[in-house]
């Protein structure tokens, strides 16, 4: 058994299908890209699996996480399991973060939650190091309006692992970032990302494949192609996969 | 002459009362048709100097000299009417209250007629339909179409974009990359193209200027800079950007 085993996932908001007939696996220390354009059903895909869909959100199909079925669990066990087992890493740490908080207060309330779990001590300061955060008693008492892109990333990664979650689902993690921190958050990403699941959204290509070996392609709410991702690159068999590579490519 | 050229521009802003030198030395020159890219990391300096350029910033020192004149000492109006801007995001950029056919007459003062809407539409492969709709109604590429329309109805000598498509889904980035490069082409317009992505100057420009710390570290052809760079900076954004 698989440790996120998706099965004919269905999303649909009134008539519209969102996600349509959807499936995969990700073995416990396993990555999957997930590639597409704006509306393929990339996000809506990995928003339904970590709970956090609207309530006009219809979803039906199966969600197994470490054996436990997620589709129609509530929203209070939901959260109890977003604590633990699975985290989200978004593309906007801006709007991740609570703006009129201290960032070290943010990081002590989900450091709180993790303590009164496993009994262990953690330190903002220690969490944030973590990270490659440099001065990380600084960082922690600014607002996150007084730090760059890549440190509320990198603040957001800290958030996202405390609790040492089996799966984590970042969600064009690196889109809001230039060219030199991208590669800095993709290299931390890399790190913090070994030895449980992964799950990561993108429409780049290149991006994808700094994390991940294994793609699926989604188009319309569809997998429309899946294999290892320098296969995929070399021989797209999808007109909406190649596409998306002599995109990659900036071959105008 | 050079349609506009900085001369040992500096821009000097103020941040919680302490003055910050955004950027410093820089010397750039803008020829008709040119098609210059200016590279380099968030919070570069980049912008800055695109604002220096189209004076919606004054310099701390230095000059900004638009065909051999000064817009420091003198007028921009000049410049104004012949420059114009295309910014990230079409959604902050565009008048929310306002039907395209008005957004785009905006920069000509006066009522537009529909004979002028249509072509200024076609120009960017919209339908005339699209004419009596509100951005809300629109999507991320058609909105940006929009804005590059009523960048160029105008006529303009000079298009400055700041990350045109950064905001755009990636199969929507090649057409709106496509469609500046040919209408600048078409016009024979100069371009100066402000991105972090350096793939995007390569394919657009014919020179580039790498921006590092306010300062403009590295200038030159794009394929000498691509292929040969000098500065350790320009090396480090080369390294870091992904490709298949």
Redesign the interface.
């Known amino acids: 058994m698989s440790f996120l085993e998706v099965d004919d996932l269905t999303v649909r908001f009134g008539d519209t299908v969102a996600v349509d007939h959807v499936g995969f696996a990700v073995e416990d220390t396993g990555r999957l890209g997930i590639i597409g354009a704006s509306g393929s059903g990339k996000s809506v895909t990995s928003l339904a699996i970590a709970g956090l869909l609207s309530e006009t959100a219809r979803v039906t199909g199966s969600i197994r996480l470490d054996g436990q079925e997620l589709v129609g669990l509530r929203e209070r066990e939901y959260r109890e399991l977003r604590g633990s087992k699975l985290s989200m890493i978004f593309q906007e740490p801006m709007t991740a973060l609570d703006p009129t908080m201290r960032v070290g207060r943010q990081i002590a309330e989900v450091i709180a939650l993790h303590e009164r779990r496993s009994g262990k001590r953690l330190t903002v300061e220690a969490e944030l190091a973590r990270v490659g955060i440099r001065d990380p008693q600084r960082v922690g008492e600014s607002f996150p309006h007084q730090l760059s892109g890549g440190q509320r990333q990198r603040a957001l990664i800290a958030m996202a692992i405390i609790n040492r979650p089996g799966l984590v689902i970042c969600d064009e993690p690196t889109t809001a970032l230039d060219v030199l921190v991208q590669k800095q958050i993709l290299g931390l990403l890399d790190e913090v990302l070994t030895d449980r699941a992964a799950l990561f959204v993108s429409h780049d290509l290149a991006v994808v494949r700094e994390v991940c070996r294994h793609i699926i392609v989604m188009e319309h709410g569809r997998i429309v192609e899946q294999g290892d991702v320098d296969d995929v690159i070399a021989t797209p068999e999808h007109e909406y996969t190649a596409r998306l590579v002599a995109a990659a490519r900036g071959t105008l | 002459m050079s349609l506009i050229e900085i001369r040992g521009g500096a821009v000097t802003y103020t941040r919680r009362g302490v003055p910050f030198v955004a950027v410093r030395d820089v010397d750039l020159a803008v020829e008709p048709g040119d098609r210059v890219g200016i590279v380099g990391?968030?919070?570069s300096g980049k912008t800055t100097i695109a604002r220096l350029m189209l004076g919606l910033v004054r310099p701390s020192a230095g000059d900004v000299l638009f065909r051999g004149r000064s817009i420091v000492t003198g007028s921009p109006d000049e410049l104004r009417r012949s420059a114009s801007l295309v910014f990230q995001d079409p959604n902050s950029s565009l008048d929310p209250r306002m039907r395209v056919d008005r957004i785009i007459a905006e920069p000509l003062r006066r009522r537009a007629t529909p004979v002028e809407i249509e072509e200024a539409l076609a120009s960017v492969g919209l339908d005339p339909q699209h004419a009596r709709r509100f951005p809300h109604q629109l999507s991320?590429g058609q909105r940006q179409r929009v804005a590059i329309a009523r960048a160029l109805v105008a006529d303009p000598k000079l298009l400055v974009a700041d990350e045109p498509v950064s905001a755009l889904?990636?199969?929507?980035?090649?057409q709106v990359?496509?469609l500046i490069?040919d209408e600048v082409t078409s016009r024979n317009l100069a371009l100066v193209m402000i991105s972090?992505?350096?793939?995007?100057v390569?394919?657009?420009c014919n020179r580039v200027c790498v921006v590092h710390d306010g300062r403009i570290v590295e200038a030159g052809p794009v394929e000498d800079v691509f292929q040969r760079p000098r500065d350790e900076y320009t090396v480090?954004?080369l390294?870091?950007?992904?490709?298949?």
């Open positions: 990391g968030s919070g991320g889904d990636v199969l929507v980035r090649g990359l496509r490069r972090h992505d350096l793939t995007v390569r394919e657009l480090r954004l390294e870091a950007t992904l490709s298949l």
